[in-house]
């Protein structure tokens, strides 16, 4: 029988799986969305359901930033808009698991520039080989789409500004609230953006359920469950754990979209959770936000 210490670990590890199952599975619900909505239609509906479902939980108005306490807030906001939607737009040309994979570079950034250790150049070594693998297929016609890589590659900086700023007003209130109040920025810009953009179609009860389902599955359900996770289980450990996410990505790209990865494709995505297991074995372990 397993001892109570045990059982928060194992609870905690539950939760962090399920976790990145909701979010890649929300990702190829919205992968599907594409077609009747566009990608920003698609952000806007995650990021006003999920805005509203935030606020409505956490209640960020009871005490709300002040000054220029602002200012990271709409910086973190923004940064959390422009990670999402650039994100859509990168899965709309490429592969699920390859968008996240390239994503990936920008909390491992952070993680690696924190850092003052030598041995850190391997993790770097292996997350640059891991792009490099992909370089020969960033074809148009015959591999994967060169803008496509490049809108990855962009989230991922929004990523890594959503991290460095997410910790910066995380010293200025709770967690829950922070991430309330940034993704009510983001509804606040990208909304109206995917509004003129798709205009009534957002409207259709075709598309209504399925932008609410992506987005607790997205944002509010695996957030909740994060939350629980860093409470029951170390930083360091939960860091390790998340570094696995673009395996699940490419599992749901595949189960949910049948996108099939060549072996030189998987093999690149195994080389950027190296490098991102790596970095988070080693201090500081504080650089993966999400």
Not at 76 to 85: D, R, V
């Amino acid at each position: 029988m397993l001892s109570p210490h045990h059982r928060i670990l194992f609870t905690a590890i539950a939760c962090v799986l399920l976790a990145m199952v909701t979010i890649q599975s929300g990702a190829s619900i919205a992968k599907q969305l594409f077609p009747l909505v566009g990608p920003e239609g698609t952000t806007a509906l995650r990021l006003g359901f999920s805005a509203l479902v935030l606020c409505l939980v956490f209640r960020p108005w009871k005490a709300l930033p002040q000054g220029q306490q602002w200012r990271s807030i709409i910086v973190y906001g923004l940064c959390l808009g422009g990670m999402n939607i650039t994100f859509y737009y990168a899965i709309e040309r490429i592969p699920l698991g390859i968008g996240v994979a390239l994503e990936f570079t920008g909390p491992l950034a952070v993680a690696l520039l924190s850092s003052k250790r030598k041995r850190d150049l391997l993790w770097v070594a292996f997350a640059i080989a891991g792009i490099v693998l992909l370089l020969p297929e960033i074809d148009a016609e015959k591999g994967l789409d060169p803008v496509g890589v490049a809108l990855a590659l962009v989230a991922g900086a929004c990523w890594a500004g959503y991290i460095l700023f997410g910790k910066k007003t995380g010293t200025q209130s709770s967690g829950g609230r922070t991430v309330a109040l940034g993704m009510t920025v983001a509804a606040c810009v990208l909304v109206p953006f995917g509004a003129v953009q798709q205009g009534t179609a957002l409207l259709s009860w075709e598309v209504i359920p399925l932008g609410f389902l992506v987005a607790i599955m997205s944002s509010a359900l695996p957030y909740t469950l994060e939350m629980v996770a860093l409470r029951n289980m170390p930083a360091q450990g939960f860091s390790v754990m998340m570094s696995l996410e673009p395996a699940f990505a490419a599992l749901a790209g595949f189960l949910i979209l049948h996108e099939l990865l060549s072996p030189l494709q998987w093999v690149a995505i195994a080389l950027v959770i190296i490098a991102s297991v790596g970095s988070s074995m080693q201090p500081p372990a504080k650089t993966h936000s999400q």
